[in-house]
């Protein structure tokens, strides 16, 4: 998938699925702070999904390095 707007439109997705909230809200900027659901319970359900659908596993050091959705997008287009 090499199309920025398709990774970014599944990212988006994941994240829309997992915190049940609407994918306008989100941009590469968006950070847990600014979505209610995303603690440290919603940070380990959004690795899982991000894992299951990517069909990847993230080492601590990459999920410690999230701190907003371009964070995500970065650390996938990293994995191909």
Same mark, same amino acid.
């Given at each position: 998938m090499?199309? @920025?707007k398709a990774?970014?439109?599944k990212i988006?997705?994941?994240i829309t699925e997992v915190f049940q909230i609407d994918a306008s809200v989100i941009t590469m900027e968006?950070? @847990?702070s600014d979505i209610e659901a995303w603690?440290?319970?919603g940070q380990l359900l959004l690795i899982q999904k991000i894992e299951e659908t990517y069909r990847l596993t993230l080492d601590l050091k990459e999920i410690?390095?999230?701190k907003t959705v371009g964070d995500i997008y970065k650390?996938?287009?990293s994995r191909g």
């Open positions: 090499n199309d @920025p990774k970014m439109d988006k997705a994941i968006t950070t @847990p603690d440290s319970l410690l390095n999230i650390i996938l287009e």
